[in-house]
């Protein structure tokens, strides 16, 4: 099955800054998906990115499936968006693969 | 907007004891699955369950699992006899097709094996 990998793994900023969350997977996926797990554990939907670039708010994400990986982008991060990034792939029919996440510490 | 919801919030149990975690999908999906996360690690796939039947599972859905849509609204999945390496959250989530649809996940339920 498919592999994913994020980086980094942890990510400390300050309020206002821009981060950048990588996500490669081993190999072509059929659905990519970006989820922020908040302090609850819940795991919000952010994006459902298998292609192109989409936008909401401060935030937005690109996937270049030819180069098997996406991106996401946070700008002017406030404390709320800290939390743990996921992004999960689904090869086949199915099962979405989640890569280990990045911690996401946002400092006001 | 629609959402799945998942109910208990949270679980204590025994070893050896049966748990059945119970998940209502959103209304017009057809495609449902559960998932977990142990405490600090990433969420993983147990089983994908479509027109009344399993559809695929992991190789951690052993024997001991068992899933069920009883009625039009609810998907139940049961553990018959609880391990402490059991503990973890559960994850319910639904999508209107397998492939091109985003699947959406319910708060899940932690449950906790003594």
């Known amino acids: 099955g498919i592999q994913v990998e994020q980086s980094p793994p942890d990510l400390i900023l300050q309020e206002g800054a821009n981060s950048t969350l990588r996500c490669n997977f081993s190999d072509s996926v059929n659905n990519l998906q970006w989820f922020h797990q908040n302090p609850w554990g819940q795991l919000i939907n952010l994006f459902y990115?298998?292609?192109g670039t989409k936008q909401n708010g401060r935030l937005s994400a690109t996937t270049v499936a030819t180069e098997r990986y996406s991106l996401l982008y946070i700008s002017s991060s406030q404390t709320t968006d800290s939390g743990v990034y996921f992004c999960a792939g689904v090869q086949g029919a199915q099962k979405l693969v989640f890569g280990q996440g990045t911690r996401l510490t946002i400092n006001p | 907007e629609p959402e799945v919801t998942q109910t208990p919030s949270h679980q204590v149990t025994q070893m050896g004891q049966e748990v059945i975690l119970r998940c209502v999908p959103i209304?017009?999906?057809?495609?449902f699955y559960w998932y977990r996360q142990i405490l600090g690690q990433k969420v993983e796939f147990l089983v994908s369950f479509y027109n009344n039947e399993i559809s695929e599972k992991s190789e951690i859905f052993d024997d001991q699992f068992s899933v069920e849509r009883p009625d039009g609204s609810n998907f139940t999945l049961k553990i018959r006899s609880t391990k402490l390496e059991d503990s973890a959250m559960y994850f319910c989530?639904?999508?209107?097709?397998?492939?091109?649809?985003?699947?959406?996940f319910g708060p899940g339920t932690r449950l906790l094996v003594l």
């Open positions: 209304s017009n999906h057809l495609y």
């Open positions: 990115i298998p292609s």
């Open positions: 989530a639904s999508s209107g097709l397998a492939v091109k649809e985003t699947q959406y």
